[in-house]
């Protein structure tokens, strides 16, 4: 059974200081690793697609990065609006209709 | 480019009364269709998933069913609600192959009184 754990569940910033969420994961062989981002009350928002070891993907100020058992969101110089819970996901290679396994996610809050 | 919509945004229902939750797709052709229930704390369960008109796959058993009546358009229902179908539930599409992201919808908060 394919599994995901992120970590921290929760984090607090100051604007402009950089760091990073960690998204672990088990899977019977990996097909893709989906980072979203959702905001309260709001529906999960696609950020990046990471197929394989190594590979990485930028958007703004935030970077995804993938290791053959864990994801990194790096987020550098963050500013308020960066402020929503972060998902992580994966699909294995087992399973049927594209199916996802989601983590519980980290909420990130971003101050002034 | 692609859409989907969900409604209602809310809704409050009594226990044992009936439930229709509607999510539609526009700008795409034969999706994957998916509905997932939020739990706070928890991750995204995926409760029914579709790849074809009349193609239901359902993921856990539970009180609620689904439907797919037309190529992009996905139905959530229950004929008696319990206590335990509160929830925030989110509709999705993805493209048929594999390893292609999910998109959402904006969800619907359902509070069971």
């Known amino acids: 059974e394919d599994q995901v754990t992120q970590s921290p569940e929760a984090l607090r910033l100051q604007e402009g200081e950089s760091s990073s969420l960690n998204c672990s994961y088990t899977?019977?062989?990996?097909?893709?690793l989906f980072w979203y981002r959702q905001d309260p009350g709001k529906g999960p928002e696609f950020l990046f697609t990471?197929?394989?070891a190594g590979e990485e993907k930028e958007k703004e100020r935030l970077k995804a990065t993938l290791t053959k058992k864990e994801s990194f969101l790096h987020i550098t110089a963050p500013k308020p609006e960066d402020s929503a819970t972060y998902l992580c996901?994966?699909?294995?290679?087992?399973?049927?209709?594209?199916?996802?396994?989601f983590g519980t996610g980290t909420r990130l809050q971003v101050t002034l | 480019s692609q859409t989907i919509h969900q409604w209602p945004a809310t809704l409050v229902q009594p226990v044992g009364s009936p439930l229709s939750l509607e999510c539609t797709v526009e700008?795409?052709?034969?999706?994957?269709l998916y509905w997932y229930r939020q739990a706070a704390g928890r991750g995204l369960q995926l409760l029914f998933y579709?790849?074809?008109?009349?193609?239901i796959s359902s993921e856990v058993p539970q009180n609620l069913s689904a439907s797919r009546p037309q190529d992009r358009q996905f139905i959530l229902s229950s004929k008696k609600l319990l206590l335990s179908d509160s929830g925030f539930y989110l509709c999705?599409?993805?493209?048929?192959?594999?390893?292609?992201?999910?998109?959402f919808g904006d969800g619907t908060r359902l509070s069971i009184l």
């Open positions: 999705a599409w993805g493209e048929g192959l594999g390893n292609q992201p999910q998109h």
């Open positions: 899977v019977s062989g990996l097909r893709g």
């Open positions: 990471l197929y394989s």
């Open positions: 996901a994966v699909q294995g290679v087992t399973g049927t209709a594209s199916k996802l396994t």
């Open positions: 700008g795409t052709s034969n999706p994957n």
């Open positions: 579709s790849v074809g008109i009349g193609q």
